[in-house]
């Protein structure tokens, strides 16, 4: 890889950080969606509510009207000899209550399923699937496929542990090619802080030595990259993009399973657009595997 394809790597995973960082005005976006679907549901539930409160109307029949017979000076009435109206004490029960008991039962309803749910959102409980990076296809003969690999990691502790069981370190580039701090380089992550490695390259160098910068695609990968830098360096990590710096060997080992994978289904190299990477555990431990293939159109 020479000094311009690495340069424009870097380029390209400052572009894909960008647009995996969460703005204001994503945040303010998300509260008043959530408001607002909030807001609507409360509303609809009350309406269905009030609806339901109506009794449905009785078929209207004929009220026995009282029959005045007059004879005479007399004057009899048969039927009913009372025209007075029912007291409201008199009425029969409905079985309706009244609607500031029902708004209190529904508030009630809310507050309970916001403790049962820790008025959580999301699934940050959850165990989060694979976390994706990818080294962006390169134009040099040496390598002109992309590769993509899902990580298993399910937090800081295991994801640093599976970089240092294969050798893989993090590479901090600055967003600025001039600077003096330009490269970090972080190994030996699942040490204790004294065991850990900082040491310091540049785009040059790393260039030099070939190096096939993997860019993340997931946040969290990126945010515990993050987190690792500025313990480890001090450094303010807003001004660098993170990705990985694999060992030659584990290269190799890739463009092997790549290759015995294309030809397994009678491709050749030039057919294949992107290889993706997984990785599985086996007997000795954790190994990479072919996921899939796409080839080029």
Known sequence: MNSQDFSRVVSRCIAI?????VTGYDRISAILLATLILVGGFTLLLFVMWVLSFERPLPLSPRPWPLVITTGDTVEISGDESLDEPLPSELPETGVPPVSEMIAGVLGVISQSRLQT???SGNESGVPGPRRSLSPRLGNPGRSTGWEID?????RESYARQLDQFGIAILAVSRAPASVNEVFVLSSLSQ??????VTQSSRTEESARGTILFCHTDRRLAEWDR???QSMTGQDA???VTGYRMPEVLVEQLARLEREYAATRGHELTDIHSTQFRIVDSA???VFEVAGQILRR
């Open 192 to 197: 204790v802080d004294a065991a850990r490695v």
């Open 238 to 240: 807003s001004e660098y």
């Open 227 to 229: 987190q690792m830098f």
């Open 17 to 21: 950080d960008h647009r995996m960082a």
């Open 151 to 155: 990580l298993t990691a399910v937090d």
């Open 284 to 286: 000795g431990g954790q």
């Open 118 to 120: 820790g008025g959580a």
